[in-house]
């Protein structure tokens, strides 16, 4: 069965903290994605990677950076975590029309 | 951008009844997809529609892909309490380097 994980269900990090959000796919996708969702906002794109070491900036990339060194592992950073990124954070991959998507990181920032 | 609407926000029905999502944009898109997110997990395919007015079952769901490629519907039939969850449609301009356009998602609610 075809698998994206994301390294932790749950993260509690103090604002200012450099935050790491790391997913690995098994299924040789080319295409990665970081979603943010929130209430009422639905999914919203992040950042996303056509291949390794390529990156495009999604619709809210403000406060985020993202690195691809490898074909099955996508990073989300945070450089300085901020309340206002307390979110339920989602990764996918894909290589055609459907996304698999991770189980989420629920990361809370105090 | 591209844009897909899906209203209400939140859909209350009792257990055994029918139900109804339909997901809209003033986009074409030539491919629609339905996701389904249970609580506390990412969203799944349910069904995924390639043709301008094809109809597509997956068990009690059953999903058509409106003729002006401008719209889709989701039917859920007998509802179960495992229905529970919020209901994402999507939508893809295919092309190079293409990607998901989500809706906002309904959460979906079934009183036993």
């Known amino acids: 069965d075809v698998k994206v994980t994301q390294s932790s269900r749950y993260l509690v990090k103090r604002t200012g903290e450099k935050v790491f959000l790391e997913c690995v796919q098994d299924?040789?996708?080319?295409?990665m994605f970081w979603y943010r969702q929130d209430p009422g906002l639905g999914l919203r794109l992040i950042y996303f990677?056509?291949?390794?070491?390529?990156?495009e900036k999604g619709d809210i990339p403000e406060g985020y950076s993202v690195s691809r060194e490898k074909k099955e592992r996508f990073s989300l950073i945070l450089e300085s975590a901020s309340t206002n990124q307390t979110s339920m954070y989602l990764c996918?991959?894909?290589?055609?029309?459907?996304?698999?998507f991770g189980s989420g990181t629920r990361l809370t920032v105090v | 951008g591209q844009q897909l609407n899906q209203s209400p926000q939140s859909m209350f029905i009792q257990e055994g009844e029918d139900v109804s999502m339909n997901c809209t944009s003033s986009s074409i898109f030539n491919t629609w997809l339905w996701y389904k997110q249970d609580p506390g997990e990412g969203p799944v395919l349910l069904i995924a529609l390639y043709k301008a007015g094809e109809l597509t079952s997956n068990g009690r769901l059953t999903a058509q892909f409106g003729i002006t490629r401008k719209d889709s519907f989701l039917n859920i039939s007998a509802s179960i309490p495992s229905d529970v969850g919020i209901y994402f449609c999507a939508g893809l301009v295919t092309g190079a380097n293409s990607k998901l356009t989500f809706g906002k998602g309904i959460t979906l609610s079934v009183r036993p």
């Open positions: 299924m040789d996708h080319e295409n």
């Open positions: 990677s056509y291949d390794v070491k390529m990156k």
């Open positions: 996918a991959s894909s290589i055609n029309y459907g996304y698999t």
